[in-house]
């Protein structure tokens, strides 16, 4: 496929693996996936984003993001009647996020939307209710702590301790979050477990 067709097309739950994107961005070729999720693997994807703006104005988008780093490289979306390209450092007053959850490792961020922060939680809860992932378990307790959601975010982080979390360190959140909510029972267990799997 090409970038004009799935555009035409739009489907805001379909993956594309990018599999040339040499030279100009019309004889780029795309090949659809079945992915339900950002792989966990070493490659290209073209996937559904949201842009949002201050106002909280959601465009849809398209992003090709480098696995299994997980980042954003290009933004494709839509111009009076062109498709363009552009770094994803070229938009300074807008958020740009994926529509679809990722099984990789990396920055929260990559989901937290400051203009609108429920887009990015909505899309994290939703991808919950079909996954186990505690990639994405992690996500969202990190940006429903930054929310100060705190309850809500113990909840993320012990979902993802249950399915084996990313690191010792999602002990200490879950620690410290206990401690903010005033569960000092809770605060002394995790601190202790965050202790033990840190050595």
């Not at 490792?105 to 939703?126: A, C, H, M, R, W």
Request: hydrophobic share 35%.
């Amino acid at each position: 496929m090409n970038i004009k067709e799935i555009f035409k097309e739009i489907n805001h739950s379909v993956i594309y693996e990018i599999e040339s994107s040499d030279g100009n961005l019309q004889s780029w070729t795309f090949n659809k996936t079945s992915l339900k999720y950002i792989p966990n693997k070493e490659g290209l994807y073209l996937v559904p984003g949201y842009k949002i703006d201050k106002n909280k104005n959601i465009e849809y988008v398209y992003l090709s993001i480098s696995t299994p780093e997980r980042i954003i490289d290009d933004v494709f979306y839509k111009s009076l009647l062109s498709i363009k390209k552009k770094y994803i450092s070229n938009f300074k007053k807008v958020d740009i996020i994926p529509r679809l959850a990722s099984l990789c490792f990396g920055s929260y961020e990559l989901y937290y939307s400051k203009n609108d922060p429920q887009v990015g939680i909505n899309i994290l809860t939703e991808a919950m209710h079909y996954s186990n992932s505690p990639i994405i378990a992690e996500d969202l307790g990190y940006i429903l702590r930054d929310e100060k959601r705190f309850i809500e975010a113990i909840s993320a982080f012990e979902k993802s301790i249950i399915n084996t979390p990313s690191s010792e360190f999602i002990y200490y959140e879950l620690s410290e979050l206990y401690k903010e909510n005033g569960d000092l029972k809770n605060f002394e267990k995790f601190k202790k477990l965050f202790k033990k799997y840190g050595v």
